[in-house]
């Protein structure tokens, strides 16, 4: 059989499987997956690669549904970038190898295996809407059939399956809905590299980078880094697509993360830098000044090392035995296991650092488990999550929902011993 698969009729006659890798290869690398279509689909059931074409000049075209068809029929299904390839394929039970190296190497490493034919193509053609389409059926097989060899040693390594499909899930919701902006104020104050690649019908997407060592997402796409917006007017550009733009705000929400692992109780009618701030300032009430040098004096002790004059107060007491612990553990053992699952390797230098990564994961955790319950509780709801920002959720909240919406999704994000604050605004800059 030939390494093109043409039709349904060579299609159904693939040998039954019980693993296989796949790539699929879109129009435009350089667009969102929500703005563009495959072209090429690569299946190798570990004794040979085919190129199965959905939308290539080159060859006819087979529906992508028959391919789907024949991938859930395989037990174990292996890809690079699973929550990508879910925008195209029903492919649920898919076991993302770059998760994988990430847990055997601490590191994703360099997976370059674009041909010379690709390099030039890319950097003449980068931004044209369908550029694979004019690169060679062959260029995409020997691409792919590399990709193939590099992900092998990997294969049968995988765990924490569960976690990450979770994970995976929440976050690709999150980022298929898009943020509607304000096009003037848009353009007036912020650039793009290419408006096609994530704009359209006044939405832009953004894309979680998820292949993070702590799995803390970045969210950097297209020029933007939407984790990391200034406090300016550039805000005013991001506007609900229903009524407004609802955000809650976590307060203290590292030392609260670290107070529910060790089993501490923090007061919920206060904020966490009310309190510690009695201890600091030696007094009960703080003046606005104090609050937030309050904020970062706990930044300090948490990521810098516990200073001598708070050693006593009872969560620095805890914190310093953390710390204690997760770096005895790392000498002995060789890695810390992180929430998640993940073996952080011995290669952290300070133990505040490996406290700074397990808190990280810690985050993401929770996160990840609050969104899948607010997945639900919005389910045929308009009202969406549209951002994550570490401690803060965008809510563009539609008002038919009602006001008991907002009190279930502040309940959720409260559950274990949380405290969230509230603001609303007509758009992101909520000052404005």
Known sequence: MYF??????????LPKVEKCFIDLVTLSEEAHPLLTTPSVIYYNDFSKGYIIPINHSEAFSIGIEDVNELLLSVPDLYCLDKKWHSYFLDIPHAIDVYFTILDEKNEIGDFDCYTPVHNEFYNKFKFQPDINNLIPIS???????????????????????????DYIEAYKWVEEQG????????DKYLEVFWKARSIKDGKIYSVYNLFNLTSRPTNAYNGLNFLAFNKDNSRSAFIPSNDVFVEFDFDGYHIRLIANLLGMDLPLDKSVHEEL????????????????????ITFRQLYNGVEEQYKEIPIFIRLNELIENLWKELGENGYVLLPNGR?????????????NYYVQCLETVNNTKKLLKLKELLKNRQSKVVLVVYDSILIDFSKQDGRRILEGIKEILQ??????????????????
């Not at 943020?179 to 848009?186: A, L, P, Q, Y």
């Not at 073996?343 to 406290?355: A, D, E, G, R």
């Not at 274990?416 to 909520?430: H, I, L, M, S």
Request: hydrophobic share 30%; charged share 35%; with cysteine.
């Open 4 to 13: 093109i698969i043409e039709t349904k009729e060579q299609l159904q006659k």
């Open 415 to 432: 559950e274990d011993g949380y405290r969230v604050k509230v603001r609303t605004g007509a758009n992101y800059n909520f000052s404005k």
């Open 179 to 186: 943020i509607r902006i304000d096009e003037k104020v848009f």
């Open 139 to 165: 260029k995409h097989y020997e691409r792919c059939e590399c990709l193939f060899e590099m992900i092998q040693p990997f294969i049968g390594l995988e765990r924490n399956s569960t976690w990450l499909n």
């Open 277 to 296: 701030g009695r201890f600091y300032f030696k007094k009960e009430y703080l003046t606005e000044d104090e609050y937030h040098e309050s904020k970062k």
């Open 343 to 355: 073996k952080l390797l011995k290669s952290i230098t300070t133990p505040n650092k490996v406290l």
